[in-house]
């Protein structure tokens, strides 16, 4: 039998009141109606999911879309499901996406009794002008409004999501939003690079030449004062896009870059299981059929062998500012560690990887060529 462990759960919530410009997330506008039907199908769904394999769930995250915009008794509803069916580990960190000024102090209060401990709050950036650029429905006050509501309503854990390269944003308006989202006191900050997504608004203005964006040596310019400024005031680098006070790593991403098992549901939600991977359907007409059949919803989409393991666990543990133990490594996938031994050494060579024998990790030159040192273990 299968030995049991820890588990990760990820629960999407695809409403937004708008899609914003440069999003290809899988989100559709808020629609109260529709809203409730799917609540119906996402509670059957956990009920109906198989458990049996779920020791203890250490960390839930309702995502989307905006799960803010939904009320504080379907958050109740879905997180009492997943208590009904699994233990949840004492501490276990439950986190909810939110987007300033879509929830105000009497909701965060109400979200804590239900159960949410850890909220991430989706500024991007702090200029009135970029952010409407981008599409999005707040300003920097209700930023700072629904901080000040989040610290209000007794949370202790909670993160800001910044973004850089934006159109309109240079060095000084970087400094400014890490400045403002510092002065917050967030436990937690995520500063992500602006990616031009086909199918979004911003990639077709992309295309015709309408969008302004740095050169790659600006892009790395305005990551790194990013991260000098954050790690100055105490944020501490753990992933090459996520800084936080001690302690106080998000559980989830941890999971996802560590490669544990996740379970996830909702339209679209993806889950991982001993190297399997399923995926559910991104269509609600299907999703909502398979559920009222009693179906199984999730479907497989991927059996890694050793080596597809091997090549995924040095792709994500790479993310990780400590990188990934050759110890582990070698317990896990044996002989076949060897296989990669010659492509650690000529990054080390390169100075992208550390020079170690112990731990596998980029320097910082190689976190600026992430990409292409994680694609050479493919």
């Not at 009492?80 to 929830?103: D, F, K, Q, V, Y």
């Not at 400014?176 to 979004?200: C, D, K, M, N, Q």
Request: hydrophobic fraction near 40%; proline fraction near 4%.
């Amino acid at each position: 039998m299968m030995k049991k462990q820890g588990t990760a759960i990820y629960v999407h919530i695809p409403f937004c009141v708008r899609k914003c410009r440069y999003c290809d997330f899988l989100s559709v506008p808020w629609d109260s109606a529709k809203a409730e039907a799917y609540t119906k199908d996402l509670l059957k769904e956990i009920r109906q999911a198989d458990w049996s394999r779920v020791d203890v769930v250490e960390s839930i995250f309702i995502g989307g879309g905006t799960p803010s915009l939904m009320p504080a008794s379907v958050i109740g509803e879905i997180l009492e499901a997943i208590r009904i069916n699994a233990s949840l580990s004492r501490g276990c960190e439950i986190t909810m996406e939110a987007n300033p000024g879509t929830l105000d102090l009497e909701q965060l209060k109400a979200l804590r009794r239900v159960g949410i401990n850890r909220i991430s709050l989706g500024a991007q950036c702090f200029q009135p002008e970029i952010l409407k650029r981008l599409g999005r429905i707040h300003d920097d006050i209700a930023i700072e409004k629904t901080a000040r509501d989040v610290v209000a309503a007794g949370f202790r854990n909670w993160n800001i999501d910044l973004m850089f390269d934006l159109p309109g944003q240079g060095m000084a308006e970087v400094e400014e939003s890490i400045r403002r989202a510092i002065a917050l006191e967030p436990t937690h900050l995520s500063f992500y690079s602006l990616i031009v997504e086909p199918g979004t608004p911003f990639y077709e203005e992309w295309e015709e030449g309408r969008l302004p964006m740095a050169t790659e040596e600006g892009n790395r310019a305005l990551y790194h004062h990013g991260r000098r400024l954050m790690e100055a005031a105490g944020y501490h680098q753990y992933e090459i896009s996520n800084f936080a006070k001690p302690g106080m790593a998000c559980r989830q991403n941890l999971a996802y870059w560590c490669r544990r098992p996740y379970l996830g549901f909702g339209l679209g939600a993806a889950s991982m299981e001993a190297d399997s991977r399923y995926v559910n359907p991104r269509d609600f007409q299907i999703y909502h059929e398979r559920i009222s059949r009693g179906m199984t919803v999730r479907e497989l989409e991927e059996t890694m062998g050793k080596r597809e393991a091997l090549s995924e666990t040095m792709i994500l543990g790479l993310r990780l500012s400590h990188g990934i133990s050759m110890a582990a490594l070698i317990r896990k996938f044996g002989v076949e560690v060897d296989r990669i031994r010659p492509l650690i050494a000529e990054q080390q060579r390169l100075g992208l990887l550390i020079p170690s024998e112990k731990r596998i990790a980029l320097t910082e030159a190689g976190m600026d060529l992430a990409n292409q040192v994680m694609m050479i273990f493919l």
